[in-house]
């Protein structure tokens, strides 16, 4: 095979083409950067972690009264922010990450101490400080990107947190119209199957709106 047809390195979460000073990396700068975003909105006294203790009574996500036609007593805590903030959820599964990086490493093993909220705390600042190895070096990096981001939209789903980014409609090249936000990741057009990177789909021109 010529040199000149291999393909490019991409980066293996968007997909999109690394730039020279991203060769070798699993990941490129904007993608981890999004990546570093997603952890720090998790930690910190007001953080989506510190969220879910406050969402636990039911009808707190919404801020109004519960109504329900069942006779059935209500339960007294709310399921889905209590397995997220319970143990084997968001702390559990960034703990466990973070063992595997530091095996890699061959650094010790992690202890963990204080209660949840301050051990959320603790692995979140770790993972960061060891982001920019691991968006590099880690054959998994594209798989801790995504469960980071889901466990972001999972807790800002448990506590009424933001709603979903508005979507946009750009044009492929082919013509195609694509739908994007302005944190996507990538998007391959279903029609030509070309794929684009973020900041590649973000420069696409706006598509033209029909006549209704």
């Known amino acids: 095979m010529n040199l000149d047809d ?13 730039y020279e000073n991203e060769l070798g990396h699993q990941a490129c700068r904007p993608c ?7 952890l720090r909105a998790l930690a910190g006294d007001d953080g ?6 406050r969402s636990l009574r039911p009808g707190s996500s919404s801020g109004g009264p ?6 059935t007593a209500p339960l007294p805590v709310r399921l889905e922010p209590l397995s997220l903030a319970a143990r084997g959820g968001v702390v559990t599964i960034l703990q466990a990450w973070l063992v595997d990086w530091f095996e ?7 202890r963990w101490q204080g209660d949840l909220q301050q051990q959320c705390d603790d ?28 466990l972001r939209r999972q807790c800002e789903a448990a506590t009424g947190g933001e709603k979903p980014p508005r979507r946009i409609g750009v044009q492929c090249s082919c013509g ?4 994007v936000t ?4 990538g998007v391959r057009c279903p029609a030509c199957d070309t794929q684009y990177g973020h900041s590649e789909a973000l420069r696409l021109p706006l598509a033209e709106r029909r006549a209704a």
């Open 6 to 18: 291999a393909p490019a390195p991409a980066c293996t979460i968007c997909h999109g083409n690394l």
């Open 182 to 185: 302005l944190d996507t990741a």
């Open 48 to 53: 989506l972690y510190a969220r879910l203790a």
């Open 123 to 150: 692995v979140v600042h770790r993972l960061r400080v060891n982001l920019n190895w691991a968006a590099e070096t880690h054959p998994a990096f594209a798989e801790f990107a995504l469960e980071v981001a889901q």
């Open 32 to 38: 981890t950067e999004r990546t570093d975003q997603n």
């Open 66 to 71: 519960v109504v329900s036609g069942s006779r």
């Open 104 to 110: 890699l490493l061959d650094f010790r093993y992690p």
């Open 176 to 179: 195609h119209t694509l739908r």
